[in-house]
């Protein structure tokens, strides 16, 4: 049985996940977004927590369970997530970024419903950068082991080892979302994951399967970087 003891690969280690969209208000009736059904993140969560991990999942709006045993902090916004991560970081480890965070959201959030104008065919929203809330994490002091993930349409490798870099990560896993059957929506995943100095591939399988396949490279990673 992968659960059994000689499998609690991740016995007493604080990990935090990210997972699901982000939704950046406009007013109060309407938002931009991602596309992310935060099963990914759901699943690392579940698989984690079977594997000894004491895991807290930080999750914008999703249609699914909490898993057995996670604690679960929902937020809805890019500015609420980046704070609820600064926060888990007085018991974290590990720390794996697997939400779709909005890059940008509204300069100005409308108190009152925005009106249809008369007379205005063009409407230019302005947008303000969001803080890049994993990169933050692996800057701070004593920093977790920080994962991220690179969900790309094309140049997969250069575009995941130049995050890897940029935000200080010890691993991210790439997934190739120009492919079928795989990435967000999708019940399937295939990765490939990349440290500084190495690469593992994890082929197309149940995302739950590719969790646990992931989560056993972290392990071993994060145990070799102690
Ligand atoms: N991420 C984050 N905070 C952000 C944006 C991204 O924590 N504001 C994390 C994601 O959760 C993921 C990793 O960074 O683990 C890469 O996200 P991605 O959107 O691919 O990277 P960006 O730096 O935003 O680059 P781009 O969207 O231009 O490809
Ligand atoms: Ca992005």
């Known amino acids: 049985d992968f659960f059994s003891a000689e499998n609690q690969l991740l016995a007493n280690v604080n990990m935090t996940i990210t997972a699901g969209p982000t939704l950046e208000a406009l007013d109060p009736v309407r938002y931009i977004s991602n596309h992310s059904s935060g099963k990914m993140g759901f699943s690392l969560a579940e698989m984690a927590q079977k594997m000894g991990a004491n895991v807290t999942l930080i999750s914008g709006p999703v249609n699914l369970k909490t898993p057995k045993d996670v604690q679960r902090i929902d937020i809805s916004s890019a500015l609420q997530m980046h704070q609820e991560s600064l926060n888990s970081l007085n018991q974290c480890d590990i720390f794996i970024a697997c939400a779709a965070v909005a890059d940008y959201r509204p300069a100005n959030i409308e108190t009152q ?114």
Do not use: W
């Not at 100095?197 to 102690?226: G, H, M, N």
């Open 113 to 226: 419903k925005m009106k249809k104008q008369q007379g205005v065919d063009d409407l230019t929203i302005q947008l303000v950068k969001n803080p890049d809330i994993i990169a933050d994490v692996a800057s701070t002091e004593n920093a977790p082991f920080c994962v991220g993930f690179a969900a790309e349409t094309e140049h997969v490798e250069r575009y995941a080892l130049d995050k890897l870099k940029r935000k200080k990560l010890k691993l991210i896993a790439a997934n190739d979302v120009a492919k079928s059957g795989q990435g967000f929506n999708s019940e399937k995943n295939a990765l490939t994951v990349f440290s500084e100095t190495e690469r593992f591939a994890i082929t197309l399988a149940d995302k739950k399967l590719v969790a646990s396949q992931l989560l056993t490279i972290i392990a071993q990673q994060y145990s070799q970087s102690r």
